[in-house]
């Protein structure tokens, strides 16, 4: 496959060498916490700048469809392509590659070729270790090299990887909506109060009778109870099996190996498959319980490492659905958090005797009749999503350095 220079193709462009003041509104300058490791836009980590302010910082770089924008120093290897209508500035540490012509290389093409593991080792290997933070030449950037098939097959390479990022895209705001949804009647029912009484009005609005928890510091319905969630649900710690056991690859009878690092993103650890592992399946309900205590995942399929824990429901009253809810609920991440002990690497065993719910048990076997369907439709798209991303994944290197061929 022949390959091009790319200040040949395109303009190298960076960004400001210092920080304007931010504001609260205003045109977006956009900096490193503002793309996601992945290689997304991530909006809500945007800042921004007053009008005046923007007319003086766009005027060394403003930002125009299908740039590529990467990090130069500091966090290096983070790639993004500028969306239309993205109006804002390049802010410090950020460069961007502007494609001269559009016929030669494709700016999408170009954006995925830059997450290639391939390209991402070179960069590694061209690192200028400074004082403070590392960082690679943009002088030099111009002169680096990629892999150019025809304009055609460029095309063709990226719109099978778009299609694949649009579908993930596309399921990660529908479960947004659904967990929107399931926590706003999570919300209303066990934190409102309001669930239908009897005849069917919300219960707290309509005047039912609240008492105090001295337990829970907040008034909760008459003739509920205060339930410890260790009564209610088992926390099925993990099996910890020694770095030496792990694989970056699978094989027969090896399993995916999930530690707190994984919960969100893809596991490329494997260990083979044993009696004693902690399997789970993607409706398991998983929390990180050492390190970054408190984080939900969903979606896993494989064995846990000892730092996560299987929560279930063995009271036979409840099911994941509620689980999940539990567990998003900021009162029990809270609770999780200020009961968890260690001075370097926290270890959240101890906060199971902490954590507890108002409980009824009628009004929450009504609630799961409403949660359980929205529950499994986000599982189902959690799951999808992970096939995705691996295929995804899988598919990149080798539709980049041809070992996938495309024909023109």
């Not at 804002?88 to 830059?114: H, M, N, Q, S, T």
């Not at 005047?207 to 510091?217: D, I, N, P, R, T």
């Not at 429901?313 to 509620?322: L, T």
Request: proline share 4%; hydrophobic share 40%; aromatic share 10%.
């Amino acid at each position: 496959m022949p390959s091009i220079r790319i200040g040949d193709v395109a303009q190298i462009i960076d960004g400001a060498h210092a920080t304007p003041k931010k504001t609260k509104s205003g045109k977006v300058y956009l900096g490193i916490r503002a793309i996601s490791s992945d290689g997304k836009i991530a909006p809500e980590n945007f800042d921004y700048l007053s009008d005046e302010d923007f007319t003086k910082w766009s005027k060394r770089t403003s930002l125009q469809k299908d740039d590529v924008v990467f990090s130069y120093e500091a966090t290096l290897n983070r790639y993004a392509l500028i969306p239309k209508g993205l109006i804002g500035c390049l802010g410090r540490r950020l460069a961007i590659v502007r494609i001269k012509d559009k016929e030669v290389i494709d700016p999408k093409w170009l954006y995925y070729y830059f997450q290639t593991q391939s390209w991402q080792a070179f960069i590694e290997n061209n690192i200028f270790t400074g004082s403070t933070v590392n960082r690679i030449s943009i002088d030099e950037f111009p002169n680096y090299t990629v892999l150019a098939p025809s304009i055609s097959t460029q095309k063709i390479i990226a719109g099978l990887l778009s299609l694949l990022d649009e579908k993930i895209e596309l399921n990660n705001k529908i479960n947004a909506e659904l967990e929107s949804t399931a926590r706003a009647l999570y919300n209303h029912w066990f934190v409102q109060f309001d669930f239908p009484d009897e005849s069917g009005r919300p219960y707290k609005t309509a005047g039912g009778a609240m008492v105090y928890s001295e337990e829970l510091k907040r008034e909760i319905p008459t003739r509920w109870t205060v339930e410890k969630l260790r009564d209610l649900l088992e926390f099925n710690k993990g099996t910890e099996v020694g770095s030496d056991a792990y694989g970056d690859s699978p094989k027969e009878d090896s399993v995916r190996f999930y530690r707190v690092g994984d919960i969100n993103s893809v596991c490329t650890t494997y260990v083979d498959k044993s009696s004693a592992l902690n399997i789970v399946k993607p409706s398991d309900v998983i929390v990180t319980f050492d390190g970054t205590v408190g984080k939900l995942g969903l979606g896993l399929d494989g064995a846990i490492s000892s730092g996560l824990r299987k929560i279930y429901d063995k009271s036979g009253i409840i099911d994941n659905s509620f689980v999940w809810l539990l567990f998003l609920d900021p009162r029990t991440k809270n609770t999780i958090e200020k009961y968890a002990t260690g001075s370097v690497l926290l270890h959240a065993s101890s906060s199971i005797n902490y954590l507890n719910t108002p409980f009824n048990k009628e009004v929450v076997m009504r609630f799961k009749e409403l949660a359980k369907p929205i529950f499994e439709q986000y599982v189902n798209n959690k799951a999808e999503v992970v096939r995705l991303v691996r295929l995804r994944d899988f598919l990149l290197p080798m539709l980049m350095n041809g070992q996938a061929i495309i024909k023109d």
